[in-house]
Each structure stands twice: as C-alpha cells, then as structure tokens.
C-alpha cells in the first residue's frame, strides 16, 4: 500500500512522530517537498531526533530512505545530518538513496532568502534556509541539481552564469560584496563525490517497489496551508506541501497512491508570519506554548497558538483527499475547563462556512466557535481509546463530524508508546 501522509495546519503538527510509528510497517519511506525548513522530530527512548532532510523513518534498520526530486537539498545540512547518525551508530550507507533531479541549496539562495526578508514591508517570516529563493531558480529554470554536482563541466557553466546575474543583484540591490566563483565551485563539487554514492533513479525504484507491491511512505513535510497554492499566500513555503506534490515530487503516478492521512494538533500552531484566525491572546497563548513546548524545531521560533480551526482542516481534508486523521498532542489540553473548536468565520456580517482566499478575510475573520467542556490532568496516560475521559472522547467524536473523516490515531504524549492506535 502507497500511504502520503500530510500536515493539515501550518506545519508541526507532529508528522516526525506518525512517520516513525507508520514506518514499521513499510518498505520505503520518502521525502517529496520542501527542505530543511523542516524539523520532524522522533524520540525514542530517551533519545531525541530531528530531522530536516533525511525521511524520519531512517530509524528503522532496514528500510529504503529516499530524498525525491521535489526536495532541495542543501549539502552541508545532509552531510551533517548523516555523520551525526553514523556517530550514533545507525547505517544508512545501502539505505539512502538521493534523486539526481533534486535542486541543490546554494550559499548564495542563504543570503538571499535573509537579505529579501530585510527588505521586505510585508515580512514571511522564512527560515532562512535559501528555501524560496532555491526553488524560484528551479522555476526559472537556472538551478544546479545533484546530479550536475558530478559534472565539472555543467556545474562551471551553470554557476558562471549564477553567479554573473546574483552577484550584480547582491551588490546593486543588497549592497552585499557577492560570492566568489572558485570557492564554491570547488567546494560543491566536493559534495558531487561524497553524494556520489547515494543518488540514484528513485522514481524507478519506489515505481519498481509499487509494482512488486511493496508498501511506500510518502512523507509530508510544511503543511496544506503553507502550500504554495492553497496556503495563506504569500505567507507560505515555496513547495507543494498538499498529498499532490507526492507525485510531482517522486514521479510516482496519482494511481498508486492508495490512502492519503492527515496529521493535525488537537490545537492549532504556525510560525512565522501570516493570518491565523484562531489565536489565542497572549497569556493564554503562553501558557499552551510552555505545556505543548511550542518551540520551532528548526529554527528555535517560539510557535503562535490557537484553537482547533474546523474551517481549515476542512479544507485541508478536501484539497488532500485524507481519510484518516491522526489527532497530536491531545494531553496538551488536559485541565482545560472549556476547550473551543472554529467551525465558521464572520467577517463584516458574512459567516463563512468555507475557508476563505481572500488575505483580508483570512487576517480579520472573527472565529464562530462551538465550546466544549474540558477534561482534567490524567495521572496515567491512557492507552486506549476507551480509557480516555468521555470529555475527551466527545471532543474527538465533534472533530471528526466535523471534518466527515475517521479518526484512526491519538497522541498523548512525545513518546511512542503514547500514542493510541485506532484501526
Ligand atoms: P520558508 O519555507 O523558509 O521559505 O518559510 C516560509 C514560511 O513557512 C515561514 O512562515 C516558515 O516559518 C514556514 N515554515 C517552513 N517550514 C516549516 C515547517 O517545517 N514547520 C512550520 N513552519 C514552516
């Protein structure tokens, strides 16, 4: 079975943790957007993981890693990524497997990804990981990908031409020095010889895998609304963060994909900038941050907190296709006396049962809520469905009417084990 799995807020909604519980059952586990603005965090034990490039489910001994062509990679964080595990004594030489059409990060997207944000009015609030700016080149089609990294030849010549256009930008619009040509040419081609071994034709192989029908893990990473069309644009990631972008990113063709899961907080969070029409005031906000450690995986960002938004997650369930939904960090709510959930908008006497494109309305629509009563602080984490409190249990019952999907998975905890399987 082909799985893709999503995050259906603005990303951390707790996919890290999902993919490593999913990824035993699997054969393959590959990344097909976006880059290492991610953070997906696994614990295990009492050792915690966060991976930014690397599928989460390199964990499990065994299983086929792939980085699909719709990722960018930067090379630096890669290395780092994969010397760190081989420090702890996981091996991944035979089980990484890198496309060669995948857009590589350059030192110069770095820069430009912070310099563009200074000069912004309006800012996104970008990780400034060269993210946007990487993927801008690839649209414009003067992109270096991993595969010209081992020709000498191609990556002189597409990095001269970089290089002539960027370094003019830098200097006349940014008032930056620019970047030096021999630096990063011999530098990046030293990357082409230590990646070498990694690439390979990975839509052939997870197309190959699929025919000989073995199960496949396509993992998400942002979420459906810093997807670069259906998101809060501008405020989004440059990537196609839906269950679409699985394909485009991997080659694999929309009728192999079997199942397509949800990943949402049993709140909501972002980071960055952008409309957020449930957030909590302040000290509220505070409070759940500090309970829920609402802290950017990547970046160190504190997280913006809210309510539960229905009228997302709607439509996250319609543009990805999801039929199962995992629910995170549902303990976070514990103690709470009224818990809020959004199933409609008002903005200027209009109610809005439907999310809304318009950047005016997503920024000033007052939230419809429906309040529920709350639940209180477990002592002993429940491990079933039935031993959760029946305030718990209806608040779950009212999400998942909601949004007409099934709900197969709960979180109530960081670790594995605390999490409560419902198929
Ligand atoms: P960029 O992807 O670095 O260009 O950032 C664009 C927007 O997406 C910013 O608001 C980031 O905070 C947000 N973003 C990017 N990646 C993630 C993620 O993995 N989790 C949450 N927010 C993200």
Same mark, same amino acid.
């Given at each position: ?16 943790? +999902? =993919?490593?519980?999913?990824?035993? @059952?699997? $054969? ?7 880059? /290492?603005?991610? #953070?997906? !965090? ?61 857009? +590589? =990060?350059?030192?110069?997207?770095? @820069?430009? $990804? ?7 009015? /309006?800012?996104? #609030?970008? !990780? ?296």
């Amino acid at each position: 079975m082909n799985i893709v799995l999503v995050g259906t807020q603005w990303g951390d909604e707790g996919k890290g943790k +999902v =993919i490593d519980i999913l990824s035993q @059952n699997v $054969d393959y586990i590959v990344r097909y957007q976006g880059g /290492n603005n991610a #953070g997906h !965090t696994v614990v295990t034990g009492n050792k915690e993981y966060i991976f930014h490039l690397l599928p989460s489910g390199i964990l499990h001994k065994g299983k086929i890693c792939c980085i699909g062509n719709g990722v960018v990679i930067d090379p630096v964080v890669l290395l780092k990524e994969i010397n760190d595990l081989a420090k702890s004594g996981i091996a991944i030489d035979s089980r990484l497997k890198i496309s060669p059409l995948a857009h +590589v =990060i350059m030192p110069y997207h770095k @820069n430009l $990804d912070l310099l563009r944000e200074s000069k912004r009015a /309006n800012k996104i #609030g970008t !990780t400034g990981r060269g993210i946007g700016p990487c993927y801008s080149d690839k649209i414009n089609r003067c992109g270096i990908r991993m595969l010209d990294l081992l020709n000498a030849a191609v990556l002189r010549d597409k990095l001269k031409d970089n290089l002539n256009e960027k370094n003019e930008i830098f200097r006349k619009v940014y008032d930056h020095p620019g970047f030096n040509f021999n630096a990063i040419y011999k530098e990046y081609l030293g990357y082409g010889r230590r990646f070498r071994k990694y690439l390979a034709n990975t839509t052939l192989i997870l197309n190959e895998a699929t025919r000989k029908g073995k199960d496949v893990l396509f993992e998400g990473a942002q979420g459906t609304f810093l997807d670069i069309d259906f998101g809060t644009y501008p405020f989004v990631t440059s990537s196609s963060a839906t269950s679409g972008g699985a394909c485009i990113g991997t080659g694999v063709a929309p009728v192999s994909i079997d199942k397509v899961i949800g990943v949402a907080k049993a709140y909501t969070t972002r980071v960055g900038e952008g409309p957020f029409p449930t957030e909590f005031v302040s000290d509220f906000a505070e409070f759940i941050r500090q309970k829920g450690k609402e802290f950017g995986a990547t970046t160190g960002r504190p997280r913006r907190c809210g309510w539960f938004d229905g009228v997302m997650s709607k439509q996250a369930v319609l543009i990805n296709g999801i039929t199962e939904l995992a629910i995170m960090k549902m303990d976070v709510l514990d103690g709470l006396k009224v818990i809020k959930l959004c199933n409609a908008y008002k903005y200027k006497g209009k109610i809005f049962k439907e999310f809304p494109y318009d950047l005016q309305v997503q920024k000033n629509a007052v939230p419809v809520y429906k309040e529920v009563p709350g639940w209180p602080e477990t002592r002993v984490k429940p491990r079933t469905f039935k031993q959760l409190h029946p305030n718990a249990k209806d608040y779950l019952k009212l999400l998942s009417d909601m949004l007409g999907t099934k709900i197969s998975m709960i979180s109530v905890g960081s670790a594995r084990e605390d999490t409560i399987s419902m198929v």
